[in-house]
Nanobody, 122 residues
Framework: QVQLVESGGGLVQPGGSLRLSCAAS????????MGWYRQAPGKQRELVAH????????KYADSVKGRFTISRDNAKNTVSLQMNSLKPEDTAVYYC???????????????WGQGTLVTVSS
């Protein structure tokens, strides 16, 4: 019903930058929130950042504050994550996440992307 497609992962040296993008498509009536989670090997999935559609307020994990910036294009149903000053501990699979209201019956759905690998290494 709803798909999230991510792009932008890859290998980067410590101190470098990457930009992740995610596009939502399908039976979308509205999107309440979009964001990014990550999961490193052997660790639980954790919130990196999210942004609300109404008002545009954002939330960041303490570990990425000041280095990562999340942004939205509400008209295109996309979300991006600009990651600067990357550290080896940022290495993880990054997942796009969205809370949407679907057109078929106006239910709330939480949707996940397939994940994109970010590796920070010299």
């Amino acid at each position: 019903q709803v798909q999230l497609v991510e792009s932008g992962g890859g290998l980067v040296q410590p101190g470098g930058s990457l930009r992740l993008s995610c596009a939502a498509s399908g039976s979308i009536f509205s999107i309440n929130r979009m964001g990014w989670y990550r999961q490193a090997p052997g660790k639980q999935r954790e919130l990196v950042a999210h942004i609300l559609t109404l008002g545009g307020s954002t939330k960041y994990a303490d570990s990425v504050k000041g280095r990562f910036t999340i942004s939205r294009d509400n008209a295109k149903n996309t979300v991006s994550l600009q990651m600067n000053s990357l550290k080896p501990e940022d290495t993880a699979v990054y997942y796009c996440n969205a809370e949407v209201v679907i057109t078929t019956d106006y239910r709330y759905l939480e949707v996940w992307g397939q994940g994109t690998l970010v590796t920070v290494s010299s």
